[in-house]
Protein backbone atom coordinates (compact mmCIF):
# COMPACT_ATOMS: atom_id res chain seq x y z
CA UNK A 1 0.00 0.00 0.00
CA UNK A 2 1.24 3.12 -0.71
CA UNK A 3 1.91 5.78 2.68
CA UNK A 4 0.34 8.94 2.31
CA UNK A 5 2.43 11.41 4.80
CA UNK A 6 0.76 12.62 7.36
CA UNK A 7 2.43 15.23 9.87
CA UNK A 8 1.05 15.45 13.61
CA UNK A 9 1.38 19.02 14.99
CA UNK A 10 0.63 20.25 18.09
CA UNK A 11 0.31 23.81 19.31
CA UNK A 12 -1.05 26.56 21.76
CA UNK A 13 -4.30 28.93 20.41
CA UNK A 14 -4.31 32.72 21.74
CA UNK A 15 -6.23 31.35 24.64
CA UNK A 16 -4.09 28.70 25.55
CA UNK A 17 -5.78 25.94 24.52
CA UNK A 18 -4.50 22.49 23.01
CA UNK A 19 -4.64 22.97 19.06
CA UNK A 20 -4.44 19.79 17.12
CA UNK A 21 -3.53 19.59 13.26
CA UNK A 22 -2.48 17.06 10.31
CA UNK A 23 -2.48 19.05 7.81
CA UNK A 24 -5.59 18.06 5.55
CA UNK A 25 -8.57 20.05 5.85
CA UNK A 26 -11.19 17.11 6.52
CA UNK A 27 -9.67 15.97 9.24
CA UNK A 28 -8.47 19.36 11.09
CA UNK A 29 -12.17 20.71 10.58
CA UNK A 30 -13.15 17.22 12.48
CA UNK A 31 -10.18 18.08 14.95
CA UNK A 32 -11.76 21.43 15.88
CA UNK A 33 -15.09 19.80 16.08
CA UNK A 34 -13.72 17.28 18.37
CA UNK A 35 -11.74 20.11 20.40
CA UNK A 36 -14.82 22.18 21.05
CA UNK A 37 -16.43 18.94 22.47
CA UNK A 38 -13.67 16.59 24.04
CA UNK A 39 -10.67 17.30 26.35
CA UNK A 40 -7.43 17.85 25.09
CA UNK A 41 -5.93 13.66 25.51
CA UNK A 42 -8.76 12.38 23.84
CA UNK A 43 -8.45 15.00 20.81
CA UNK A 44 -4.56 14.09 20.50
CA UNK A 45 -5.74 10.43 20.89
CA UNK A 46 -8.12 10.57 18.07
CA UNK A 47 -5.87 12.77 15.72
CA UNK A 48 -3.14 9.94 16.52
CA UNK A 49 -5.29 7.32 15.31
CA UNK A 50 -6.48 9.08 12.40
CA UNK A 51 -2.70 9.93 11.76
CA UNK A 52 -2.03 5.85 11.59
CA UNK A 53 -5.16 5.25 9.69
CA UNK A 54 -4.53 8.00 6.80
CA UNK A 55 -1.00 7.13 6.58
CA UNK A 56 -1.62 3.27 6.15
CA UNK A 57 -4.56 3.37 3.59
CA UNK A 58 -2.88 6.42 1.99
CA UNK A 59 -5.94 7.52 0.37
CA UNK A 60 -7.75 11.04 0.99
CA UNK A 61 -10.88 10.82 3.49
CA UNK A 62 -13.24 11.04 0.52
CA UNK A 63 -12.06 8.16 -1.44
CA UNK A 64 -11.35 5.95 1.31
CA UNK A 65 -13.69 2.71 0.88
CA UNK A 66 -14.49 -0.26 3.51
CA UNK A 67 -12.29 -3.01 1.26
CA UNK A 68 -9.56 -0.04 2.75
CA UNK A 69 -11.02 -0.44 6.25
CA UNK A 70 -10.69 -3.68 6.21
CA UNK A 71 -7.01 -4.10 4.54
CA UNK A 72 -6.17 -1.48 8.04
CA UNK A 73 -7.24 -3.81 10.10
CA UNK A 74 -5.87 -6.82 8.28
CA UNK A 75 -1.96 -4.53 8.11
CA UNK A 76 -2.68 -3.53 12.36
CA UNK A 77 -3.38 -7.15 12.94
CA UNK A 78 -0.70 -8.76 11.10
CA UNK A 79 1.73 -6.26 11.61
CA UNK A 80 4.80 -5.40 9.39
CA UNK A 81 5.04 -2.09 7.13
CA UNK A 82 1.99 0.33 8.83
CA UNK A 83 2.36 -1.20 12.12
CA UNK A 84 3.16 2.17 14.18
CA UNK A 85 2.42 0.75 17.53
CA UNK A 86 3.06 -2.87 18.68
CA UNK A 87 1.45 -4.76 21.36
CA UNK A 88 3.76 -5.97 23.18
CA UNK A 89 6.86 -7.43 22.34
CA UNK A 90 5.99 -10.07 20.02
CA UNK A 91 6.63 -9.55 16.31
CA UNK A 92 2.78 -9.00 15.77
CA UNK A 93 0.60 -6.15 15.36
CA UNK A 94 -1.69 -4.45 17.38
CA UNK A 95 -4.07 -5.12 20.36
CA UNK A 96 -7.16 -5.31 20.09
CA UNK A 97 -8.30 -3.01 22.28
CA UNK A 98 -6.11 -0.75 20.02
CA UNK A 99 -7.36 -1.62 16.47
CA UNK A 100 -10.89 -1.09 17.98
CA UNK A 101 -10.51 2.48 19.50
CA UNK A 102 -8.42 3.42 15.85
CA UNK A 103 -12.24 1.89 14.13
CA UNK A 104 -13.75 4.16 16.65
CA UNK A 105 -11.90 7.12 15.53
CA UNK A 106 -12.21 6.29 11.72
CA UNK A 107 -15.62 5.90 12.46
CA UNK A 108 -16.40 9.05 14.34
CA UNK A 109 -14.64 11.09 11.46
CA UNK A 110 -16.97 9.47 9.30
CA UNK A 111 -19.81 9.96 10.86
CA UNK A 112 -18.94 13.60 11.03
CA UNK A 113 -18.77 13.99 7.40
CA UNK A 114 -21.59 12.48 6.70
CA UNK A 115 -23.40 14.54 8.88
CA UNK A 116 -22.10 17.42 7.02
CA UNK A 117 -22.76 15.86 3.36
CA UNK A 118 -19.29 15.57 2.75
CA UNK A 119 -19.07 11.84 1.91
CA UNK A 120 -22.30 9.40 1.66
CA UNK A 121 -21.80 6.68 3.34
CA UNK A 122 -19.42 5.69 6.54
CA UNK A 123 -16.72 3.21 5.36
CA UNK A 124 -16.32 1.01 8.65
CA UNK A 125 -18.17 -1.31 8.79
CA UNK A 126 -20.77 -2.23 11.93
CA UNK A 127 -19.72 -5.93 11.87
CA UNK A 128 -19.71 -9.05 9.85
CA UNK A 129 -22.54 -10.34 8.35
CA UNK A 130 -23.53 -13.58 9.59
CA UNK A 131 -25.60 -16.71 8.18
CA UNK A 132 -28.62 -16.24 10.37
CA UNK A 133 -28.38 -12.75 9.44
CA UNK A 134 -31.91 -12.68 8.01
CA UNK A 135 -33.36 -13.91 10.92
CA UNK A 136 -32.04 -11.40 13.55
CA UNK A 137 -30.97 -8.19 11.01
CA UNK A 138 -28.67 -6.05 12.66
CA UNK A 139 -27.09 -8.71 14.97
CA UNK A 140 -23.93 -9.28 13.46
CA UNK A 141 -20.43 -9.93 13.98
CA UNK A 142 -18.51 -7.70 15.55
CA UNK A 143 -15.38 -6.07 13.56
CA UNK A 144 -12.96 -6.78 16.61
CA UNK A 145 -13.43 -9.41 18.92
CA UNK A 146 -11.48 -8.50 22.69
CA UNK A 147 -10.79 -10.77 25.36
CA UNK A 148 -12.49 -9.80 28.44
CA UNK A 149 -9.66 -9.19 31.39
CA UNK A 150 -10.27 -11.05 34.81
CA UNK A 151 -9.52 -9.87 38.14
CA UNK A 152 -5.68 -11.29 39.90
CA UNK A 153 -6.65 -14.11 41.96
CA UNK A 154 -5.40 -13.18 45.35
CA UNK A 155 -3.17 -15.48 47.25
CA UNK A 156 -3.81 -17.28 50.20
CA UNK A 157 -2.09 -14.58 52.14
CA UNK A 158 -4.07 -11.55 50.65
CA UNK A 159 -7.42 -13.66 51.07
CA UNK A 160 -6.56 -14.08 55.07
CA UNK A 161 -5.14 -10.12 55.13
CA UNK A 162 -8.34 -9.14 53.51
CA UNK A 163 -10.93 -11.35 55.74
CA UNK A 164 -9.12 -10.01 59.10
CA UNK A 165 -9.67 -6.14 58.10
CA UNK A 166 -13.37 -7.17 57.26
CA UNK A 167 -13.66 -9.00 60.40
CA UNK A 168 -12.41 -6.40 63.17
CA UNK A 169 -13.13 -3.43 61.39
CA UNK A 170 -15.72 -1.08 62.95
CA UNK A 171 -19.32 -1.90 61.80
CA UNK A 172 -21.96 1.47 61.39
CA UNK A 173 -23.16 2.30 64.43
CA UNK A 174 -20.49 1.06 66.82
CA UNK A 175 -20.70 4.01 69.05
CA UNK A 176 -17.13 4.36 70.25
CA UNK A 177 -16.00 6.52 67.91
CA UNK A 178 -12.76 5.39 68.70
CA UNK A 179 -11.77 4.14 65.75
CA UNK A 180 -10.55 0.75 67.66
CA UNK A 181 -11.63 -2.57 65.85
CA UNK A 182 -13.39 -5.40 67.58
CA UNK A 183 -14.16 -8.24 66.70
CA UNK A 184 -17.79 -8.88 64.41
CA UNK A 185 -19.64 -12.10 63.43
CA UNK A 186 -19.43 -12.59 59.83
CA UNK A 187 -22.81 -13.26 58.73
CA UNK A 188 -24.24 -15.48 55.83
CA UNK A 189 -26.86 -18.20 55.22
CA UNK A 190 -23.61 -20.50 55.98
CA UNK A 191 -22.78 -18.88 59.52
CA UNK A 192 -26.45 -19.73 60.11
CA UNK A 193 -26.20 -23.51 59.88
CA UNK A 194 -23.28 -22.58 62.62
CA UNK A 195 -20.58 -22.91 59.49
CA UNK A 196 -18.07 -20.98 58.42
CA UNK A 197 -19.19 -18.52 56.18
CA UNK A 198 -16.59 -18.95 53.66
Known sequence: MPVMVIRLTRSRNA??????????????EYLGFLAGRCRPNTVLAVAYDLKVFFSV???????VRPVDVLAFMTAQRAGG???LQVAGAGPGGVSARTLRRRLSSVSGLYGFLLARGDVTANPVPRGLPTRRERQRPGQGVP???VSRTLPRI?????????TARLAYAPGPGDGRG????RAAPLRG???AAGRPAF
Open 154 to 162: LGPAEVDAL
Open 15 to 28: SGELVVRLGVRLLD
Open 189 to 191: PRA
Open 57 to 63: VGKPPRR
Open 143 to 145: LVR
Open 178 to 181: DGAG
Open 81 to 83: EGR
